[in-house]
């Protein structure tokens, strides 16, 4: 079911225990399935008092390079222009952890993107600080911010039933569960076709001129409007961004960035056809030749995605599980060949 950005709430539906109660009895343990009530959890998020001073406080832009670094330390491949990219679209909704002598030791981020909806990530705390109270201290600075809010996030395989019954992001979307892929050592971006593409469609380069036809085309697979994100993203430095018209009507895009860790970061990837996102990614592979390999964020259900990546090399795969508050967005996850961010983007 698509939902129409003039009425997201349509597409935002409760739904039971029983929608993921099948995924649970896979993949946890029968204490798990027993109760997912936060209040007689162990894995509560307690108002605890660090064992080290520490202070908290909205990012800044001139925080970047050291929470990047946080973030190279954990191997994610996020993209440093895409986080000055939301602090100016929403600058309360990233936070840092610092020591009294001003170092970042950890970060979460909750941002809105769309009012009532929110998308957490960017979690996570400095090795050495680790189990002394930190974390907790920072998840509860945030957590006011989506005090009756539909909050949405994604987790690591063997973080979900620590999240799970902490309570604030109960329920599993297996429709939307995402896979890390990460190439070291591409192949050439020639074993893509885009030989069948018909007479009647072309690739085109971003120019401020076409971000009407980008905005409605990403409005119809995300379900609303993104209009300063994808302006602010298209034009971010180190990075390309490709749209496919047929008879001039916009059926997909794509946007190429560099990872913290050096890769071309493909994200997002979205089409109407299979042969339409791989001639993206191929035009976007030929756009970005100096990259320390290659990074998309692909859906599970999307095997075409998967087949693309295959093409190009082996892949190193890491598993996430879409965690959320109380409802959850319905999107025609066929035409998402590659999500915008695992972090500070729903889709």
């Known amino acids: 079911?698509?939902?129409?950005?003039?009425?997201?709430?349509?597409?935002?539906?409760?739904?039971?225990?029983?929608?993921?109660?099948?995924?649970?009895?896979?993949?946890f343990n029968a204490g798990m399935q027993k109760s997912l009530r936060w209040t007689h959890s162990k894995y509560k998020i307690e108002n605890v008092t660090p064992k080290i001073p520490v202070k908290v406080r909205c990012m800044k832009e001139e925080d970047i390079p050291q929470v990047m670094e946080l973030r190279r330390q954990v191997r994610v491949h996020d993209v440093?222009?895409?986080?000055?990219?939301?602090?100016?679209?929403?600058?309360?909704?990233?936070?840092?952890?610092?020591?009294?002598?001003?170092?970042?030791i950890g970060v979460v981020s909750m941002v809105e993107n769309h009012p009532?909806?929110?998308?957490?990530?960017?979690?996570?705390?400095?090795?050495?600080?680790?189990?002394?109270?930190?974390?907790?201290h920072l998840c509860n600075c945030v957590l006011p911010r989506i005090k009756d809010k539909i909050a949405i996030g994604n987790s690591v395989l063997h973080m979900t039933e620590k999240y799970v019954k902490a309570g604030q992001l109960?329920?599993?979307?297996?429709?939307?569960?995402?896979?890390?892929?990460?190439?070291?050592?591409?192949?050439?971006?020639?074993?893509?076709?885009?030989k069948d593409l018909p007479d009647n469609i072309e690739i085109e380069p971003f120019q401020k001129n076409l971000l009407p036809s980008i905005v409605?085309?990403?409005?119809?697979?995300?379900?609303?409007?993104?209009?300063?994100?994808?302006?602010?993203?298209?034009?971010?430095?180190?990075?390309?961004?490709?749209?496919?018209?047929?008879?001039?009507?916009?059926?997909?895009?794509?946007?190429?960035?560099?990872?913290?860790?050096?890769?071309g970061r493909v994200s997002p990837l979205f089409a109407d056809d299979p042969?339409?996102?791989?001639?993206?990614?191929?035009k976007l592979l030929e756009?970005?030749?100096?990259?320390?390999?290659?990074?998309?964020?692909?859906?599970k259900n999307n095997e075409f995605s998967s087949s693309m990546i295959r093409k190009?090399?082996?892949?190193?795969?890491?598993?996430?599980?879409?965690i959320y508050s109380k409802a959850k967005i319905e999107v025609d996850t066929k035409r998402i060949f590659a999500l915008t961010d695992m972090n500070l983007s729903v889709i």
């Open 170 to 194: 109960p329920y599993i979307d297996e429709n939307l569960t995402t896979l890390k892929n990460y190439i070291p050592n591409i192949g050439s971006p020639n074993v893509l076709g885009n």
């Open 80 to 104: 440093s222009t895409f986080l000055q990219t939301w602090l100016k679209i929403d600058p309360e909704g990233m936070f840092v952890v610092l020591t009294k002598d001003d170092k970042i």
């Open 1 to 27: 079911m698509f939902f129409r950005r003039t009425v997201l709430h349509c597409a935002l539906r409760i739904i039971s225990k029983n929608t993921y109660s099948g995924y649970l009895r896979q993949s």
């Open 287 to 299: 756009s970005y030749p100096n990259r320390n390999g290659f990074a998309m964020l692909t859906l």
């Open 116 to 136: 009532g909806l929110y998308m957490g990530g960017l979690y996570c705390i400095h090795e050495k600080y680790r189990r002394q109270g930190v974390g907790s």
């Open 216 to 263: 409605q085309y990403d409005a119809s697979v995300v379900g609303f409007e993104r209009a300063q994100m994808l302006e602010l993203s298209c034009q971010e430095g180190d990075s390309e961004t490709f749209l496919a018209f047929r008879n001039g009507a916009c059926i997909g895009y794509g946007s190429i960035k560099r990872s913290c860790l050096g890769a």
């Open 275 to 282: 042969t339409v996102a791989e001639a993206l990614l191929k």
């Open 312 to 322: 190009l090399g082996n892949p190193e795969t890491e598993t996430c599980m879409r």
